[in-house]
């Protein structure tokens, strides 16, 4: 069956940096377009960041400069690279995969990622 699992949260100070991963199984991963996405307390989940079969990215103005995505098909796994950490990023992160072509869409847990000194 189709898993995503996130890896990599937990507790950084402010400044710092934090590796997610999100390993895939269950589905032809190199046709995905893999996503991060992250939700606050009281907030709407919100995307983060995209990447798409092809390589091509984007990102939400508020971590452009700060966070990368990438992937590894060979591992079916997406990454989200996050540096210079603010405490408005405290949220709990989710990986996704869309493909559009067919509107196949799977959800990972999630993973906590808080910013605090």
């Known amino acids: 069956q189709v898993q995503l699992v996130e890896s990599g949260g937990g507790l950084e100070q402010p400044g710092g940096s934090l590796r997610l991963s999100c390993a895939a199984s269950?589905?032809?991963?190199?046709?995905?377009?893999m996503g991060w996405y992250r939700q606050a307390p009281g907030k709407q989940r919100e995307l983060v960041a995209t990447?798409?079969?092809?390589?091509?990215?984007n990102y939400a103005d508020s971590v452009k400069g700060r966070f990368t995505i990438s992937r590894d098909n060979a591992k079916n796994t997406v990454y989200l690279q996050m540096n210079s950490l603010k405490p408005e990023d405290t949220a709990v992160y989710y990986c996704?995969?869309?493909?559009?072509?067919?509107?196949?869409?799977?959800w990972g847990q999630g993973t906590q990622v808080t910013v605090s000194s």
């Open positions: 996704n995969a869309l493909r559009v072509a067919t509107g196949a869409d799977y």
């Open positions: 269950g589905f032809t991963f190199s046709r995905y377009a």
């Open positions: 990447i798409f079969s092809g390589g091509n990215t």
